[in-house]
């Protein structure tokens, strides 16, 4: 009698643990930014990385919500791909494999773009898999726009760029800049509103001025900045009109 109720206990306790292990989301976070900060006129980036750690191969898909956006604010996110700007609660439109135990690598990030508008946003985002939504992994980001950046990578180099000339621009604009410090690399990048880059100039001059020539891009909003040795200014934006 003893051995039978030792048996049924047994049971018992590998019936409950398999049902937990049911329930327990088949993600982790390998990294993820849950405070993030730059100045008025920032691109300002989280990150995040999630791990499958089950046996399985899982499509998965991304959620945003919004808890609290800032008038002004806009928001990008990519998964795998790159999406319009938000200001309203989305669902990832594709997915993403993981195969098991593989992870998301850097096909993850949120940007808010801030246009001068002080104040800070905060948003969800949910990774869930897509034959099961309720197996999901989720974390809040915080994005505070200020004058200045907390991690200021770029503070010891002196450098200006400036605003596009005319904006809005119909076929070609005007925009100069100087660095000030000796660099070994240094470019200027344009990206559409999407958050994909649609073409850069390397430069080779410490100063000079760039005659953009936009006939060949469609009418909307572009951002670009200047980037010395990895270090990334702030981002201006350029208005295209046809």
């Not at 398999?18 to 100045?39: C, I, Q």
């Not at 989305?90 to 001068?116: I, K, R, W």
């Not at 953009?212 to 951002?223: A, D, K, P, R, T």
Request: hydrophobic share 40%.
């Amino acid at each position: 009698m003893i051995k039978i109720q030792n048996l049924t206990i047994v049971v018992l306790i590998l019936i409950l643990g398999f049902g937990f292990n049911l329930n327990a989301a088949s993600f982790e976070f390998v990294s993820k930014d849950e405070l993030v900060s730059g100045g008025l006129n920032d691109e300002i980036r989280a990150k995040a990385e999630i791990r499958n750690i089950t046996a399985s191969v899982i499509n998965v898909k991304s959620k945003l919500e919004i808890i609290s956006l800032t008038p002004g604010h806009s928001i990008v996110f990519c998964w795998d791909v790159c999406y319009p700007p938000k200001e309203e609660d989305c669902v990832s439109e594709g997915y993403l494999t993981l195969m098991p135990l593989g992870t998301s690598g850097e096909n993850f990030h949120a940007d808010v773009f801030a246009d001068g508008h002080l104040g800070e946003s905060k948003v969800k985002f949910t990774f869930f898999n897509m034959d099961n939504p309720d197996d999901n992994i989720s974390f809040v980001v915080t994005f505070q726009v200020g004058t200045t950046s907390v991690e200021k990578t770029i503070s010891d180099i002196q450098y200006s760029l400036s605003e596009p000339s005319p904006n809005p621009v119909s076929s070609s604009s005007l925009i100069s800049y100087v660095i000030n410090n000796d660099f070994n690399d240094a470019k200027i990048r344009f990206f559409n509103a999407q958050g994909f880059e649609v073409f850069k100039q390397q430069l080779s001059e410490s100063s000079g001025n760039l005659n953009l020539e936009l006939l060949n891009l469609v009418q909307g909003i572009y951002f670009y900045h200047l980037e010395i040795d990895g270090y990334i200014t702030e981002t201006k934006k350029l208005v295209l009109v046809r």
